[in-house]
């Protein structure tokens, strides 16, 4: 039996749109996936503290607020602090391509804009979350 | 913490730990939700109502999906528990995913059973009767800011009144309103005089007993069950049959006879007898 993803959907920041972030989780609970939803409003402790009372294979963060450049490496720091650095962290939102390739060389993983097909993210995290031991 | 959908468990268990916190007590929470059947997949969805407690150290949560188990909790909440007592926490609460009337496994796993109702649940406090209500220590009005709390909380107690009665203890009914923070204190506060009941009688041995009775019980059938359908062949054998019984040539019942021959047969060395076969559904 192979072992259950668990993926961790947050909401940083202060603005209140959480339907991306939704039909996100839906979607990788229809690919067969374990989701964790916590809200909005969650800053980066909070995300990260969840993360590892729930051991998570990955975090995935919807940022649409543009706060995005201190968001990203402020969890990614906290995930590393925690020995979470293993863990898959990636995202979506509206990004700009330069942005996305700093973040990206500070481990970061894929960065999805609007409109990209659900599949895509859920193929992304199966090639990339570590499934080794049951 | 068990009851219907949407009753205010989580909001209920968020600002009970919150009490528990302030009294010095370290908590656990363990939050399951119902895993698809079809997908495999789930959206774990209790924290969203306890996001004041994520940054405390004293409080830890885990979430946890039901992976086919149909009791209201994970096959392995109570493991979890059992980890988290170890763990030194001062009080754990279990949340079950929102139940019906049979999924009960909740009573047999924790101390005291806190059923979370709504007053829109009268009218099926009738149906109820014969299930959740039967296991409850405590019962609790949520949602008591909207009309007919006060009639449920009374046929709560007439149904209390019917229920055979235990010495010492009669369960408790009380009216919240978990989102404002109404009646919580007094909830905590008979949980506490529940749990003082349970160790001036004597129980909680018995109710550590009874614990373990059943999750040896739960693992005889997980396990009898998994090695029943070990050799690959024996789904194949269940295909044919099911071909057959749906064509109308045998009953389920004598496929499943059937299927257990086939089983002896091809050296799948049954694991069970006659007897025990009614256990492996
Ligand atoms: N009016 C009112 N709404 C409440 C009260 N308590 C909780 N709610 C709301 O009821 C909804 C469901 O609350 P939850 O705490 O998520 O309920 P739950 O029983 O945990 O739900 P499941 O885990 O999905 O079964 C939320 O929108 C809460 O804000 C209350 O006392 N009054
Ligand atoms: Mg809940």
Redesign the pocket.
């Known amino acids: 039996m192979s072992r259950k993803l668990r993926i961790l959907i947050a909401k940083p920041g202060l603005d209140g749109h959480d339907r991306g972030a939704k039909v996100v989780a839906r979607a990788l609970r229809d690919a067969g996936m374990e989701v964790i939803y916590t809200g909005l409003h969650q800053t980066p402790q909070m995300i990260v503290e969840a993360a590892l009372q729930e051991d998570v294979d990955g975090v995935g963060l919807s940022i649409l607020s543009g706060a995005h450049m201190t968001l990203f490496p402020e969890v990614m720091k906290r995930m590393c602090e925690e020995g979470l650095e293993d863990r898959l962290l990636f995202g979506g939102g509206i990004i700009p391509g330069e942005d996305v390739e700093t973040l990206q060389k500070q481990g970061v993983g894929k960065i999805f804009g609007p409109g990209t097909p659900v599949q895509a993210i859920v193929d992304y995290i199966h090639e990339t979350v570590r499934v080794g031991d049951v | 913490m068990t009851g219907p959908p949407g009753a205010g468990?989580?909001t209920l268990v968020e600002k009970m730990t919150a009490l528990f916190r302030k009294d010095g007590q370290t908590v656990a929470i363990v939050?399951v939700?119902p895993t698809s059947p079809y997908t495999g997949g789930a959206i774990l969805?209790?924290r969203i109502?306890m996001s004041s407690l994520f940054c405390d150290p004293g409080v830890f949560i885990r979430s946890m999906a039901t992976r086919g188990s149909s009791g209201g909790l994970a096959f392995r909440t109570r493991e979890v528990c059992d980890l988290l007592d170890a763990f030194g926490k001062d009080v754990i609460i279990v949340?079950t995913i929102?139940v019906g009337q049979a999924e009960l496994d909740v009573a047999d796993t924790a101390q005291t059973t806190v059923i979370v109702l709504v007053p829109e649940s009268g009218d099926g406090i009738q149906a109820m009767k014969a299930g959740l209500m039967e296991i409850g220590d405590l019962f609790v009005v949520n949602k008591s800011d909207r009309d007919g709390a006060d009639r449920l909380m009374v046929e709560i107690q007439m149904m209390l009144d019917l229920r055979p009665q235990c010495e010492g203890w009669r369960p408790g009914v009380m009216r919240t309103t978990a989102s404002a923070g109404e009646g919580v204190d007094e909830l905590v506060r008979q949980i506490q005089g529940h749990r003082d009941y349970l160790k001036k009688y004597g129980i909680l041995g018995r109710l550590r007993k009874d614990n373990v009775r059943s999750a040896i019980v739960d693992l005889v059938r997980q396990r009898l069950e998994e090695k029943f359908w070990e050799n690959a062949g024996i789904r194949s054998v269940l295909d044919r049959l099911a071909e057959e019984a749906a064509g109308g040539k045998m009953s389920p019942y004598q496929a499943f006879e059937r299927l257990l021959e086939a089983r002896e047969q091809n050296g799948m060395k049954p694991s069970t007898n006659k007897e025990q076969s009614d256990h492996v559904r």
């Open positions: 468990k989580s939050a939700d969805g209790d109502r949340e929102g």
